[in-house]
Nanobody
Framework: QVQLVESGGGLVQPGGSLRLSCVAS????????MAWYRQAPGKQRELVAV?????????NYAASVKGRFTISRDNAKNTVYLQMNSLKPEDTAVYFC???????????WGQGTQVTVSS
């Protein structure tokens, strides 16, 4: 099993940047595809970005964040990142890290980190 702990959230002005981190422990990190989701008040949780397992050669993004957010992983540090630039008020949400092991039914969620974009 893998445990996930997010950090890096906070309050930022529109147009600003934040980098979220998610540290994994308890299993072989590189075996997991990793993703960031977000959930705004009163809305469903939505996929923000995903990166494949192994070397992370493939990524995919929600249309609303494409060109502004970048997902990356460092397998040596068991960490996945979400670099968020040009933040907008509509990016305000709790951001969750998710791990999925391909070919299995196993997945895991972090506890979430709050991102607030406001002037």
């Amino acid at each position: 099993q893998v445990q996930l702990v997010e950090s890096g959230g906070g309050l930022v002005q529109p147009g600003g940047s934040l980098r979220l981190s998610c540290v994994a422990s308890g299993s072989i990190f590189r075996n997991y595809a990793m993703a960031w989701y977000r959930q705004a008040p009163g809305k469903q949780r939505e996929l923000v970005a995903v990166i494949t397992s192994g070397g992370g050669s493939s990524t995919n993004y929600a249309a609303s964040v494409k060109g502004r957010f970048t997902i990356s992983r460092d397998n040596a540090k068991n960490t996945v990142y979400l670099q968020m630039n040009s933040l907008k008020p509509e990016d305000t949400a709790v951001y969750f890290c998710h791990a999925d092991r391909p070919g299995t039914s196993y997945d895991s969620w972090g506890q979430g980190t709050q991102v607030t974009v406001s002037s």
